[in-house]
């Protein structure tokens, strides 16, 4: 599933079993709309990326969610930003009245309260005749638009919209969208721990030999900040900066290419590492591969976590063997030394 492969949901899923988000809601600011800045902070992502995300997570069922709020938008663009404009709803028309206004129930004339006159004598100016009490012979209507125009009255002038980039429509055409908040389904958990790739199992293993940090941030000598899966150090030869081995997860929806690559061996090289893992799901495309093996990076490609925590486990395993043959080499060199100066 191609939803689970993205960092985004892995981060956010992450963050779902460990408990550090359990309910995702909305928050409302005049200049960004509706945003879930929990889920921001958490994914690094945007909200446009998280919506669709957010919704798809629900469909699953790995989310439960409720509607909140609302909020009305443009038809076309989607823009909450909208400015309101009111017009007659006979002859559309802008140059309306907004009013108290009596209607003489006597004659049956309907006009703006203050043409009957100030104080508390009022006095209907179609007949002439002094208005007795409220509900007997006359009544009060509030907020009721009358148009300078065509002078028709209406209690519900039409309502007209143009949207912050210039769409134009009308009230019919607004679109009223669901604001939702989000909770974690505990009864899918099970299904989450399967999707997720999980570091500290893989470099666990090799824990009499490296010693690791997962995720981990190196600084390089650039002296820029470098985030990676996991870093790991051989034990007792180290001076705890130059890792012996660099890895990182990469994704993507189709396949990863060679910008990944490209990003992961700029990261590896300012920190010294010596070996390099890239680890990537589903798949790596061509001329990534060729470039990762120009470089010499290890590429542990999967199409789930599961898959993804053996492969990056074998490669580990390689590694190891490598690196005890190397020990092997360099003894046996310094041994018939030995044996040379012992023979002079
Ligand atoms: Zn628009
Ligand atoms: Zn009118
Ligand atoms: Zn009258």
Redesign the pocket.
Known sequence: MSLFTRIEVQRLLRALIDGKISVIEPKFDIGHGFSYPVVVDVTGASDEVLEPILNELSSLDILTSTVVDNIAV?P??G?YKLMMQMRCPKCGMPNLQRGTMIEHLTCGHLDMEENFGEGELLTCPKCGKSLRAIGVDYRRLSMMYRCLSCKGISPDPRKHYI???G?SFDEEDLVIKEIRSYRFNPAKRGLIEKELVDFKPIVDRFKKIWNYKTPAILIGQTGAEHEFSFAMWEKGKTDGRRPEIVANLSTNEKAVGVTDVLAFQAKAADVGAREKILMVMPKLDEKGKLLASSYGIQVSEAKTASELQEKTIEILKQTATKRDKKTLESEAKKLEKLLEEIRK
């Open positions: 443009c076309t663009c823009s949207c912050e980039n769409h």
